[in-house]
């Protein structure tokens, strides 16, 4: 399988992972906020301090972004790109975010594709602290109970990633259990996820959010990712039996390489290893 050579050493434990309680539930981002503080009221308003989100088509403006890019140091596999500030308004097509916490304050890690106001179609990694909702836009949303993805040193990466840590429930209203996870770098997408669902007991999850990278990627429909650096967003995702009655992951997920190449589709599952990280939430249904 391909595999990164990463800058520190990996640690034992290749999944970070949470038991908690949480909540599917929709609402709309409000216009004129910051895109941070409007996905944050979104989730306060149920009671939740974080957890993911998928969203579809929204309008961006002021906006600006990275894409994923070559390290020019070498003191990361890879790195981000310049920022980019398109002018007008940015419509997007679709993306996942993770809210959480960075430095004590809320923060999110957000990749998403969307269509630029000349009409450049483009990706990559939204910032949170220059982007603002132009419109109002829907949102569907999964708040966590017991967990919360915090920003940490990585010494693998050298990279400050989410991961998720537990922290005391707040009373929100969570009605199923899930598992906030971390996917460590170089292994398998879907194997990963099947292998912690049979560890777990596990037979049937649906996948909520999904912000992440992976090390180029292959599809079922035949397409190829060369590049190696990716920015990635699950679009849907579930893992439960399949024909042969072993857990199956399906993973459908947008990405933008570094080179600007888009891709979209259900990844191969055993063939699409995790570069830097990936952040999802797991919600189990049975």
């Known amino acids: 399988m391909r595999s990164i050579k990463q800058p520190g050493l990996p640690v034992t434990e290749r999944i970070q992972w949470v038991e908690a309680r949480g909540r599917a539930f929709s609402f709309t981002l409000q216009a004129g906020l910051p895109l941070l503080e409007a996905a944050r009221r979104g989730f306060a ?115 400050k990633l989410f991961g998720p840590v537990a922290v005391a429930s707040t009373g929100a209203r969570a009605t199923n259990r899930a598992f906030a996870l971390r996917l460590r770098p170089n292994q398998d997408f879907a194997g990963c996820l099947e292998e912690f669902c049979r560890a777990h007991g596990i037979a049937h999850a649906k996948i909520h959010g999904g912000v992440g990278s992976t090390i180029g990627a292959r599809f079922i429909h035949g397409g190829v990712t060369e590049p190696f650096a990716t920015e990635l967003a699950i679009t849907a995702g579930a893992i439960e039996p399949g024909d042969s009655g072993a857990l199956e992951a399906a993973l459908d997920v947008a990405l933008i390489d570094y080179t600007g190449g888009i891709a979209e589709g259900r990844l191969i599952r055993g063939d699409n290893p995790v570069l830097m990280t990936m952040e999802l939430v797991l919600e189990v249904l049975g």
């Not at 998928?54 to 972004?65: C, D, K, Q, R, V």
């Not at 990706?123 to 915090?150: K, N, S």
Request: charged share 15%; with cysteine; proline share 6%.
């Open 45 to 159: 308003a149920e009671g939740f301090a974080g957890g993911v989100l998928n969203f579809g088509s929204g309008t961006l403006a002021p906006f600006a972004y990275v894409m994923p890019a070559l390290s020019k140091t070498g003191e990361n596999a890879a790195f981000y790109s310049d920022t980019y500030r398109p002018g007008g308004v940015t419509r997007t097509r679709l993306g996942s975010m993770t809210l959480g916490t960075r430095d004590g304050a809320p923060f999110f890690h957000c990749h998403g594709l969307w269509l630029e106001a000349d009409g450049k179609a483009s990706g990559g990694h939204m910032l949170p602290d220059e982007t603002v909702v132009a419109e109002a836009f829907e949102v569907a949303a999964f708040g966590l109970d017991g967990a919360i993805f915090t920003a940490e040193p990585d010494p693998e990466t050298s990279f």
